[in-house]
């Protein structure tokens, strides 16, 4: 149980073993922030590679069909299938050793785009360009069954911070991992953009499949030390029940999943439009560097995070946090102003990696190492099944609805006075709807009972006792 009368801190039962293999003048901890850093560098080729291919899947996909519908599918597939299956790879993690999670989790994923180099080298871009085509869906969903795997690694990297990282510099390790993922994020938006529109979505297969193989080769060799953990008999694959028992165990902690479930419900949207808009105001090619740029943002956020932390309560700054985001989603496209969309996506994706950080952090220390993997992974389902929904429901009702609405004179009419006039007025007023719903979530949130009791729980933690003590519960 995470709150308990105890604060003792545990013994570490990796010590013993740990301290006879360590170099002279080595510690434990710096032994194990040491491999904490190769797994992090690992993890950045691995995420920038999964997310080089996804990106340039949805500007090939959106740039053949011109079809919001199309990318929204896509985009929404993706969420709903990470969905599905972080139950089950929660579970996995808590299971087996991280390290052999992480490299099954790259073999699965080099495999599965070798396999969509080899739908393109046998039918040829034109017949997986037509999306009205068996062929074209077959294409997408061999490349998300990669990406949905390759996910799989930031639930087995989630546990190896409680892991690898003293308690105090949890949220400081946090900030690092989101700055990776920003880093990511920016390279990949620059180089998918520049790929697709340069050398073609062939090419840009082939870089991929290199580049996951190359960071498997990469990982094979970095040891991290880690006793065998031991699964309880008769447990299922999805593992609900313990996940389920463990949240709540904490005061708040429902609450928290719940609010951030709603929230990437409103989230949804934006996945599903961001790029047609983006790709309303600029190229390709154009688009891309400015993902890139703005992805500074992420490192920007992520490396703040490293350097000062989160705070004494993260809840609180979660709460903050997502204030924020609900405001600047409500403004960023009040005009078709190309540099107030790319102010406003830098200004976002900076304090993104707090909230992100915020919600790790608080989970890490309240919830037991040895169910961790599950709470992640159901967490994971139970938030990100929100998303494909609204991604789903809102492209088509974009293209259909609120697009020609936002075209007619009443709509103009109705809404040129706050909107303005443009081509995308129409994903603006969605953008403007998303986020005052958030608003209003976020300061109910701001003023409930849920909210000072995890805040309380927080704050009376002990320090965790590590899941090579014992059975897992």
Do not use: C
């Amino acid at each position: 149980m995470p709150l308990d009368d105890s604060d003792q801190v545990p013994e570490d039962p990796l010590a013993p073993q740990a301290e006879a293999h360590l170099p002279p003048g080595v510690t434990r901890g710096e032994e194990t922030l040491r491999a904490f850093r190769r797994v992090l560098g690992n993890t950045l080729v691995a995420n920038v590679t999964s997310s080089y291919l996804w990106f340039a899947l949805t500007f090939w996909a959106y740039l053949e069909t011109r079809s919001v519908m199309a990318t929204a599918i896509i985009g929404g597939g993706y969420m709903l299938f990470t969905a599905v299956f972080g139950t089950f790879f929660g579970t996995l993690v808590d299971r087996h050793l991280k390290k052999q999670v992480m490299v099954t989790s790259s073999t699965v994923t080099l495999v599965t785009y070798a396999l969509a180099g080899g739908l393109w080298l046998l039918l040829g871009e034109e017949r997986l360009a037509d999306w009205g085509s068996a062929w074209f869906w077959l294409f997408s969903a061999v490349i998300l069954v990669g990406g949905v795997v390759e996910s799989l690694r930031n639930i087995a990297l989630s546990t190896t911070v409680t892991l690898l990282v003293p308690e105090d510099g949890r949220d400081k390790a946090n900030g690092l991992v989101g700055t990776v993922q920003g880093i990511a994020f920016m390279i990949t938006s620059v180089f998918s953009g520049l790929s697709v529109g340069l050398v073609g979505m062939g090419w840009t297969l082939a870089v991929a499949i290199a580049l996951t193989g190359a960071s498997l080769l990469h990982l094979l060799p970095i040891p991290i030390p880690e006793l065998a953990p031991h699964p309880e008999e008769g447990g299922s694959r999805f593992d609900v029940r313990s996940a389920v028992a463990a949240i709540t165990a904490v005061p708040g902690l429902v609450a928290l999943i719940l609010f951030s479930t709603f929230n990437n419900l409103v989230n949804g949207v934006y996945i599903a439009l961001m790029d047609p808009y983006g790709l309303t105001l600029f190229s390709v090619e154009a688009w891309g560097v400015v993902l890139g740029l703005t992805g500074l943002g992420f490192v920007v956020g992520g490396g703040l995070v490293a350097k000062v932390g989160l705070g004494r309560n993260p809840v609180r700054t979660l709460l903050l946090v997502n204030l924020g985001i609900a405001v600047l989603g409500m403004t960023f496209t009040l005009r078709e102003w190309a540099w107030l969309y790319v102010l406003g996506m830098f200004v976002f994706m900076a304090i993104i990696p707090a909230a992100e950080s915020a919600e790790q952090t608080i989970l890490q220390r309240v919830v037991p190492f040895r169910t961790q993997g599950r709470v992640f992974g159901f967490a994971q389902s139970v938030e990100l099944a929100a998303s494909p929904v609204s991604a789903f429901l809102i492209g088509p009702i974009a293209e259909f609805a609120l697009i020609p609405y936002m075209e007619s004179a009443d709509g103009r009419e109705t809404w040129g006075w706050l909107l303005g006039s443009g081509e995308a007025r129409g994903i603006a007023l969605v953008f403007l709807a998303a986020g005052a719903i958030m608003l209003v979530t976020v300061l109910l949130a701001l003023a409930s009972a849920p909210y000072r009791r995890l805040s309380a729980a927080y704050a009376a933690a002990p320090p965790q006792q590590l899941e090579a003590a014992g059975p897992a519960a």
